[in-house]
């Protein structure tokens, strides 16, 4: 039985995908900061191994990774996925404690866990693994006041190149998916209205959680010889492809 990590897993996105993987019949970590929302992303589910930790804690991921590779016997996926973002303002109207927010969890985050998980996958036997990046549709275009998220975004891509040429001795795979308007909790005001380039608020197109979390498991499923670096998957409809 094949095994992954999935940070940000108590709702959205990495709740969806942890279940998705569950149904499939992999081994799953949840990994994030409220046990009690991690035990509902879990519920009825064996093959689940709940792991409440802040990723911005080195010692606690490295505890909580080294936990599920005790369990397991080995690690075969990431998807780091965990994230935030805070209200939109122009860049002069953002805190710097919430720029260094966005960064640490967003970011810091993110190579804590991808560290973590590359460290055990280069010492199994056998050798190697994969780790999937949540990079967002933010990793290509900004919205209007998100100075902090999209440059945490913007971040990822070069996290992810760096990730899959550091692998490549170890048969360790790394690529990134690229997300817009997945109909989750934090994603539901775009049905209501979000501010657009010209400075407009329009409603905007979202699509179902689910083709995200099919997609990384795809990406998961792959044999180790073969990698998606790079996929967008986005409602058809949304305003990101064109001008203004």
Not at 140 to 154: I, V
Not at 196 to 207: H, L, W, Y
């Amino acid at each position: 039985m094949q095994s992954i990590i999935v940070t940000g897993a108590g709702s959205g996105i990495g709740r969806a995908t942890a279940r998705a993987f569950l149904a499939a019949g992999w081994q799953v970590g949840l990994v994030g900061r409220r046990e009690a929302q991690l035990a509902e992303s879990a519920a009825g589910h064996a093959a689940a191994l709940i792991l409440p930790c802040d990723v911005t804690d080195e010692a606690a991921v490295d505890a909580a990774f080294g936990r599920a590779a005790g369990v397991w016997g080995r690690l075969d996926a990431l998807f780091n996925n965990a994230g935030v973002n805070v209200p939109g303002a122009p860049i002069d109207e953002i805190p710097v404690a919430d720029w260094r927010h966005v960064i640490e969890v967003n970011l810091t985050g993110a190579f804590v866990a991808a560290r973590a998980a590359f460290r055990i996958m280069r010492a199994q036997d056998p050798q190697g693994g994969r780790i999937i990046n949540n990079g967002s549709i933010s990793a290509h275009a900004p919205r209007w006041g998100s100075t902090p998220y999209t440059a945490s975004k913007h971040a990822i891509t070069g996290l992810t190149k760096s990730i899959a040429l550091d692998g490549r001795p170890f048969s360790i795979a790394c690529g990134q998916i690229d997300i817009g308007n997945a109909l989750t909790d934090m994603a539901a005001k775009m049905t209501k209205g979000v501010p657009q380039a010209d400075g407009s608020i329009a409603i905007e197109p979202v699509m179902d959680v689910a083709h995200v979390a099919s997609s990384v498991l795809h990406m998961a499923s792959l044999p180790l010889d073969a990698n998606v670096q790079f996929i967008t998957v986005m409602a058809t409809n949304m305003p990101f492809v064109g001008r203004g």
